[in-house]
């Protein structure tokens, strides 16, 4: 059965300080990894990873994957108190048809 | 270019009764899936349908639970006999058709969220 950990569950910090959240997964025949942020409704997509190595950025957040250690990361650098969310990772299989698995999520708390 | 549609957002049902949660994909997209969100959980995958098929619904309980995605319209996911503990957020998201093996990500709707009474 696909597994995916998220670490923290939760987290404090003030506002301008640089977090980074942890996913770990295992799963048989990895095709994606993907990040969504979810603030109270629909969780939006940022990033979806494919390759190691290679990091995707898109303004103050940032993210890698290691396939080899199978895990990824989420940066956020300079945090705001509009970051404060739950942050979800989530594994597609080959095996599993399109269907993603699900972290329990980060839930960030960015204080002013 | 409008998001994934859901309705309703909030719907409240007595115990016993029906819940018909309603999903409108992505313009140009044509796969539709199902998530569960119970309180203080993840997301739960429920069912993946294209038009007019069931792909895959190794997350739907077998009883109670069912899944359309006709030709024409949104896709439908129908709970008959509610009980309380099916109270929960239900998202939907979309994808665009894709080609076996490629990654695709999935964009979500706003939910539905159901309270069983």
């Known amino acids: 059965e696909d597994k995916v950990v998220q670490s923290p569950l939760s987290l404090v910090v003030h506002e301008g300080d640089t977090v980074t959240l942890n996913c770990s997964y295992e799963v048989t025949n990895f095709r994606s990894l993907l990040w969504y942020k979810q603030e109270k409704k629909a969780p939006t997509f940022l990033f979806m990873l494919t390759s190691s190595g290679i990091e995707k950025k898109s303004g103050r957040l940032s993210s890698i994957l290691d396939k080899k250690e199978l895990f990824s990361i989420l940066n956020i650098t300079a945090t705001q108190t509009g970051d404060s969310a739950v942050y979800l990772c989530a594994v597609e299989a080959e095996t599993s048809g399109s269907r993603l698995t699900f972290g329990e999520g980060t839930q960030l708390t960015v204080n002013p | 270019n409008a998001g994934v549609m859901q309705n309703p957002r909030h719907l409240v049902r007595r115990r016993g009764q029906e819940a018909r949660l309603r999903c409108s994909p992505m313009?140009?997209?044509?796969?539709v899936y199902w998530y569960r969100q119970l309180p203080e959980e993840g997301l739960k995958f429920m069912v993946y349908l294209q038009k007019e098929n069931i792909i895959d619904e190794s997350g739907m309980p077998k009883e109670r639970f069912s899944a359309e995605f006709p030709k024409e319209g949104p896709s439908i996911l129908r709970i008959q006999q509610v009980v309380r503990g099916d109270s929960a957020a239900y998202f939907c998201?979309?994808?665009?058709?894709?080609?076996?093996?490629?990654?695709?990500?999935?964009?979500f709707g706003p939910g539905t969220r159901l309270t069983v009474l």
């Open positions: 998201a979309s994808s665009p058709p894709r080609f076996a093996g490629d990654p695709h990500e999935q964009f």
């Open positions: 313009k140009g997209h044509s796969h």
